[in-house]
Each structure stands twice: as structure tokens, then as C-alpha cells.
């Protein structure tokens, strides 16, 4: 499964940006897609994922603000109310489990990832 992320940029604090990702094959529907972030110096973090039957998990932190959606082999990230904190590298990935899953391990491909960097 090769994945594409794509919609990052530059955005003011307080705006909105949608990521999205596509999976090169059909077969992704069928399992569980997660986003993940990684800033300057800073571990990977799971943000949100959502299962094949459209469950969907987040990040504490950051439920209200983000939004995981998923259409056909394509899933979205919508971000709102952006801050300077969120400004960082996202990540799709494909878990082998259809489950919706904050667990790093679960998650077999990976996109190359679409820089967010939200200024002040």
C-alpha cells in the first residue's frame, strides 16, 4: 500500500487546513487509517485514526479542534483552530488492524508525511 498525503502549508494562528490521504489501493477501506505528527526534536504522536466501519479515536489534547474523516480509499484530516503548537511534520499510515488504534505499533505504511506550520 503506498499512501499520499497531502495539504499542508502555512497558515495563521487560528485558521484551518485539510490533510488528505490516499491509499493506492482499494484494500486500505478495509483497514484502519491513522494520522500521526512529528515536530522539530520531538517523538512521533498519534492524533487521530479512524476504523474501516468509520470509528474514529483522538488524541485527547487535541479532540474538538481536529476532525478524521475517510471517503473511499481517501482520509481527511481537518484541523481548526490551529496553533503555533501544532506546527509540525503529519503522517497517514494504514494499521493491519481495521480497529481504529492510537498505537504506533499497529501501523504497517506509512505516507511520506506534509509539513503544517501554523505562525503566530
Known amino acids: 500500500v503506498q499512501l499520499q498525503a497531502s495539504g499542508g502549508g502555512l497558515v495563521q494562528a487560528g485558521g484551518s487546513l485539510r490533510l488528505s490521504c490516499t491509499a493506492s489501493r482499494r484494500t486500505a477501506s478495509n483497514n484502519a487509517v491513522g494520522w500521526f505528527r512529528q515536530s522539530l526534536g520531538k517523538e512521533r504522536e498519534f492524533v487521530a485514526s479512524i476504523g474501516w466501519k468509520g470509528a474514529t479515536t483522538y488524541s485527547d489534547s487535541l479532540k474538538g479542534r481536529f476532525a478524521i474523516s475517510r471517503d473511499m480509499n481517501t482520509v481527511y484530516l481537518q484541523m481548526d483552530t490551529l496553533k503555533p503548537e501544532d506546527t509540525a511534520v503529519y503522517y497517514c499510515?494504514?494499521?493491519?488492524?481495521?480497529?481504529?488504534?492510537?498505537?504506533?505499533?499497529?501501523?504497517?505504511?506509512w505516507g511520506q508525511g506534509t509539513q503544517v506550520t501554523v505562525s503566530s
Open positions: 499510515a494504514v494499521s493491519r488492524s481495521s480497529v481504529a488504534t492510537s498505537r504506533l505499533e499497529y501501523y504497517a505504511y
